[in-house]
């Protein structure tokens, strides 16, 4: 079974540009999670869909960020403007349930220059 | 939520020996979570541990759990270089923010060959 698809996997971009990470989930999942990490701050929840629906989104750092879910099989994160802090490896992750083990894509390398 | 706390921060061993870290966490949980990260991908999972168990075996590895202390030791048997990773814990409560996972710093693994 395919696990979770992210794209792209490495991404460098100028600061003030858009920048868009797709997540394809495991099929049948219906909790979808994204995350940061950074050597800094470690891994951290940026936010967090249930059935489509966001749920906890206190994660995300600033309005620059947003999170999409059209259909569960699709997720999306848009960082606009961009700027170097925001530089660091996305991961998204998808569960049966909330509560349950989650499986990690392999991320998205974000270079902000 | 509450985030685990791994200890040590780096373990060098020789393949062959076996490999214990440590976490700890400080309020009551639903389960506690322990997942590995090779470098350059994504996290994944090895194995839960519930609150009413104290031990639990999968392949080499051996976990358990002392609520009573609120930690948790992850033992990997007759290590190999494969094994070489970040290891982290992930504690979650119990209740409505139980699919929250908060990482520590994790555990660097060295296995020599």
């Known amino acids: 079974d395919a696990g979770v698809i992210q794209s792209p996997r490495h991404e460098v971009t100028e600061m003030g540009q858009e920048v868009t990470l797709r997540c394809k989930p495991i099929?049948?999942?219906?909790?979808l999670f994204w995350y940061r990490q950074t050597m800094m701050r470690g891994l951290e929840l940026l936010i967090y869909f249930n059935n489509n629906v966001p749920i906890d989104d206190s994660g995300m750092p600033e309005d620059r960020f947003s999170a999409k879910m059209p259909n569960a099989s699709f997720s999306t994160l848009k960082i606009q403007p961009s700027e170097p802090r925001d530089s660091a490896v996305y991961f998204c992750?998808?569960?049966?349930?909330?509560?349950?083990?989650?499986?990690f894509g392999d991320g998205t390398r974000l270079s902000i220059l | 939520s509450q985030q685990g706390e791994e200890d040590p921060q780096a373990l060098s061993i020789q393949e062959g020996e076996n490999a214990t870290m440590n976490c700890s966490y400080k309020?009551?949980?639903?389960?506690l979570q322990w997942y590995r990260q090779n470098s350059g991908r994504g996290l994944v999972h090895l194995i839960l541990?519930?609150?009413?168990?104290r031990e639990k075996h999968s392949g080499r590895l051996r976990v358990t759990l002392d609520t009573s202390k609120k930690s948790s030791s992850l033992l990997i048997t007759a290590s190999r270089a494969a094994d070489t990773a970040s290891y982290f814990c992930?504690?979650?409560?119990?209740?409505?923010?139980?699919?929250?996972?908060?990482f520590g710093k994790g555990t660097l693994l060295t296995v020599n060959p």
């Open positions: 541990i519930r609150s009413n168990e």
């Open positions: 992930a504690p979650t409560n119990s209740g409505g923010s139980n699919y929250k996972l908060t």
């Open positions: 099929s049948g999942h219906n909790s």
């Open positions: 992750a998808s569960s049966w349930q909330g509560n349950q083990p989650q499986h």
């Open positions: 309020t009551s949980i639903n389960n």
